[in-house]
Nanobody, 123 residues
Framework: QLQASGGGSVQAGDSLRLSCAAS????????YAWFRQAPGLEREFVAAIRWSGGGTNYEDSVKGRFTISKNSAESTVYLQMSSLKPEDTAVYSC??????????????????WGQGTLVTVSS
């Protein structure tokens, strides 16, 4: 089970941190990812992290601005977002599953989804 939180309304250039709390027996076996969906657009991959080993992947438009990380003690995955832009406005959702490296950007590869959290960035 995944529980996402941390969305809100901010100004361009601000920072925001999203959290995804995971529960269940298989937390450490999965890859975790953040996806986002803006109104009228397809769901888009943002970032992913493998719980075991911590390898990460990012969508090109967020590289250098967003950081995905995990806290093993809290079973939580974070998405630290900095230098936010209006085009980052979207509903952000966390996902988890036994996803191989080549499929990390594919939402269909993930088994579990948290509820979305809205991020609004105004100019």
């Amino acid at each position: 089970q995944l529980q996402a939180s941390g969305g809100g309304s901010v100004q361009a250039g601000d920072s925001l941190r999203l959290s995804c709390a995971a529960s269940g027996n298989a937390v450490s076996r999965y890859t975790y990812a953040w996806f986002r969906q803006a109104p009228g657009l397809e769901r888009e991959f943002v970032a992913a992290i493998r719980w075991s080993g911590g390898g990460t992947n990012y969508e090109d438009s967020v590289k250098g601005r967003f950081t995905i990380s995990k806290n093993s003690a809290e079973s939580t995955v974070y998405l630290q977002m900095s230098s936010l832009k209006p085009e980052d406005t979207a509903v952000y959702s966390c996902a988890a599953g036994p996803v191989i490296l080549s499929e990390r950007r594919n939402p269909e590869a993930y088994y579990y989804w948290g509820q979305g959290t809205l991020v609004t960035v105004s100019s």
